[in-house]
């Protein structure tokens, strides 16, 4: 079974069968380490997720070595908030490891979806949630070391209640394992530069350990993404973060958003998990979980689905319907009355401000009609509604501004054909832009532009063609004297 062939992990796809019980479905996504599928346990009928690790990632012997005994305590691994690990091979030709398959979305993704920043209380129960997971594996002796908006994945359990899970245990590392072994793998920098904290980076004494604080740190840079949406350190390169992480303090909340309202005490927790010097950051994660106690809105891991809509709508203000009122009646326009009638609470009497947003879109309608010259329309509004109400008269007045301004465009474009210049009649078509006879005025400039043209030009064969063009046009009769002049 250790051979290409008979995994069948050189050409993965749908309807390849993994070990004879792991029928892969699709391609989730891919990365560093490897890509990811969405299988199905033939025999258990249950969802999978399988990772498939680059063969450059287990070329060493050594490295393979680590990486068995590691995936053994991963799969030892039981908590609700980390991602379990079922199963896992490694052999010549190609390696794979097996974990729950969570129906949900990452913290990304459930920010980009959302449409930015988290609402405090949500980030602080996902981070809260997350720490849990983070105290179990770093009490057992084993790192994350990718801990990221991509690896925590967020998804509703059969109670309906928002769970938060750690995702990728596979690439976590047993605390014991020398530092320099645990950067890199054939030149390749484990996890993510925009997350990694200085001493994952190498800021650490020679014959110092990577402890459980650069998952701290991770978390704090994911926290800080999660209530600010933008990172603590910007940057178009993993260099770029590398440098930033290794020399830079992370920005402060109002330098990172001028417009936002943190309190200063949440800002100091997220600051200190991204200390540089990690002897300033918070000892272990039940320490930072303590420190995001107070930013709970309920205790982790108990936000139903209508509690999480609830805190993205944001608290809803008090309604005085007296005081909302006045307002309403003081502004006087259709959006101002259909608000006040969306916050009107269920039974309230709107008689009154349905009639008058009523009143109110007709009279609208009356304005639209009139900008479209519509007399008709105009006169089945008036004949509707009698003299003395709002409507009647706005539709009378309407009507009246109508007929004066269609006798005035007549009188203009009288007036432009009298005078038969391109001039005039620019002149009219500028000066009555929504008149019914635009067309033909610009019909007219155009033949009188044209005219003009032949004239200038003093040619017989000049004027035939306009003559031509033009055979019923305004300036016909002067075109055909100037030809016979001509002849």
Not at 288 to 307: H, K
Not at 318 to 327: D, G, I, L, Q
Not at 369 to 386: F, I, T, V, W, Y
Request: glycine share 8%.
């Amino acid at each position: 079974m250790a051979s290409d062939d008979s995994l069948g992990i050189s050409s993965l796809g749908p309807g390849k069968v993994l070990d004879g019980k792991y029928e892969i479905l699709t391609r989730l996504g891919g990365g560093g380490m490897g890509d990811v599928f969405k299988a199905q346990h033939v025999h258990l009928n249950v969802f999978r997720c399988i990772k498939v690790m680059k063969e450059s990632m287990l070329a060493d012997e050594g490295y393979r070595q680590r990486f068995l005994r590691e995936a053994r305590l991963a799969t030892q691994i039981h908590h609700p908030n980390i991602a379990v690990v079922h199963d896992f091979f490694i052999g010549d030709g190609g390696s794979y490891m097996v974990t729950e398959f969570i129906d949900g979305t990452t913290v990304r993704q459930w920010g980009r979806t959302n449409g930015g920043p988290y609402p405090l209380a949500l980030a602080a129960d996902i981070a809260v949630q997350v720490l849990s997971g983070l105290d179990h594996i770093h009490r057992r002796g084993l790192l994350h070391r990718d801990i990221s908006a991509d690896n925590v994945m967020l998804s509703y359990d059969e109670d309906g209640s928002l769970i938060a899970k750690i995702i990728d245990l596979g690439i976590a590392k047993d605390v014991n394992t020398p530092s320099s072994e645990m950067a890199t793998q054939a030149g390749m920098l484990i996890g993510n530069p925009k997350y990694m904290s200085p001493e994952q980076l190498g800021s650490i004494e020679d014959g110092e350990q990577l402890d459980g604080r650069a998952d701290l740190y991770a978390l704090g840079v994911v926290l800080y993404e999660m209530l600010l949406g933008v990172p603590p350190f910007a940057s178009e390169t993993p260099q770029g973060y590398i440098m930033k992480h290794l020399t830079q303090p992370p920005r402060r909340f109002r330098d990172a958003k001028p417009d936002g309202d943190w309190s200063a005490t949440l800002e100091a927790v997220v600051l200190r998990a991204l200390e540089k010097d990690r002897r300033r950051r918070f000892a272990d994660a039940r320490e930072m979980s303590a420190a995001l106690q107070p930013f709970l809105s309920a205790p982790p891991g108990t936000l139903t689905r209508e509690a999480v809509a609830r805190l993205r709508r944001g608290p809803m203000p008090t309604f005085n319907s007296a005081v909302e009122w006045r307002k309403t009646r003081a502004i006087d326009t259709i959006a101002a009355y259909r608000e006040y009638l969306a916050k009107v609470p269920e039974g309230s009497d709107t008689t009154e401000a349905k009639a008058r947003l009523f009143e109110l879109s007709l009279i609208e309608t009356v304005r639209a009609k009139e900008s479209e010259g519509d007399r008709n329309a105009l006169q089945r509004l008036a004949e509707a509604h009698p003299p003395g109400t709002a409507v009647g008269d706005a539709a009378r007045e309407a009507l009246a501004r109508v007929g004066e301004r269609q006798q005035e465009e007549e009188r203009a474009f009288q007036q432009a054909w009298e005078t038969g210049t391109a001039a005039a009649w620019t002149k009219f078509i500028d000066e009555h832009p929504g008149s019914s006879r635009n067309d033909e005025a610009k019909r007219c400039r155009q033949e009188a532009t044209e005219f003009d043209l032949a004239v200038a030009a003093n040619s017989a064969t000049m004027l035939r063609a306009f003559l031509k063009a033009w055979p019923e046009g305004r300036h016909r009769l002067d075109a055909d004297i100037r030809l016979r002049a001509k002849k």
